[in-house]
């Protein structure tokens, strides 16, 4: 037979066999302490992980508090041994402006220990979070990114970090906002080198070319209309491109699909022709991502993609010869 419960107790009944209810003693709470305000009072904390890399810390901390959005935070990758303040490389992941995070990239199954890699080169890395399509449009996704290297400019001394030695590092969508932060940079959210991985630098282009995808029309809000070519313009990095615009290395694999490879050859030439520091690098049969037909092919890609992006930083950011990915 079994028991109905006619009022929410605070003890719990069971049914025994002869159909009694017998109460069951409740579970004392732990004591606990409380604070004499509501918590947590620091509304930008840090946070070390602990993980598996004894060379490199890794701190969680929050960059920005927007009021009415998330606290959006950066992994913070140091060296232990570093001696003295060190160049800053901030990351931006991709994922169509919709999803992924900050400790996501590429096929990388442990993006982490990449940049621990590169924080053991001599840098500091900050991987960023960014607020996505669904919580805001373009170009709050811009602005983060620019908060984000002020927020680290301005800590330089605490953080040991260069301030006057930043490169910024992006993956497909993150590609295309360290692009435009690097040629349309605001006051103090400027770099002094940019590597792209599989970005897209001409919005109206990438719509004529994959005119199917999503992810610009939610970015911009365009709804059925579509969007206007002067919004998609104004925010395309190959429209703003001067001659005073950082050395930039950029990277794509010939067999991408969702952003093409003339999106990386067309911004390329307009460095170029501009006067620009830019060097190309195209990787062949690999799609989006460097993802090949096999897991050696898509290996193969990221170590020459790494070996290019960190040699070029070193080259870039401390004037030291080129040194190989282990």
Known sequence: MLCRRTRVLLVAALCAV????????????????????????????????????????????VYSTIPGFRALHLDLYRSAAAPAPQPLIVFVHGGGYTHANARAGAAFMDLPAQLAYLAERGYVVASIEYRFSGEAPFPAQLD??????RFLRSNAARLGIDGARIGS???????????????HCAD????????????????????RDT????????????????CETGVLEAASPIHHVDRNDPPTL???????????????ERFAKELQDAGVDARLVLIPEVDHGFVGSTPAMTKDALRQALAATFDFFDRVLKGAPSAQVP
């Not at 209810?21 to 305000?37: M, N, T, W, Y």
């Not at 005119?211 to 579509?226: E, K, M, Q, S």
């Not at 950029?250 to 990386?264: C, E, M, V, W």
Request: charge should be negative; charged fraction near 15%; include cysteine.
């Open 18 to 61: 002869s159909g009694t209810v017998r109460a069951v003693e409740p579970q004392p709470i732990p004591d606990f302490a409380v604070d004499k305000a509501l918590r947590p009072t620091d509304a930008m904390p840090e946070r070390v992980i602990q993980w598996s890399h004894p060379g490199v810390t890794m701190t969680d901390m």
């Open 144 to 149: 983060d990114l620019q908060a984000a290297i």
């Open 169 to 183: 590092w992006g993956m497909s969508a993150g590609a295309h906002l360290a692009a435009l932060n690097a040629v």
């Open 188 to 207: 103090d959210a400027c770099v002094q080198a940019f590597a792209g991985w599989f970005g897209t630098y001409d919005l109206p282009a990438h719509l």
């Open 211 to 226: 005119p199917l995808d999503p992810v610009v029309a939610a970015l911009f809000r365009c709804g059925n209309a579509g």
């Open 250 to 264: 950029l990277i794509h694999g010939l067999h991408d699909t969702l952003a093409l490879p003339s999106q990386s």
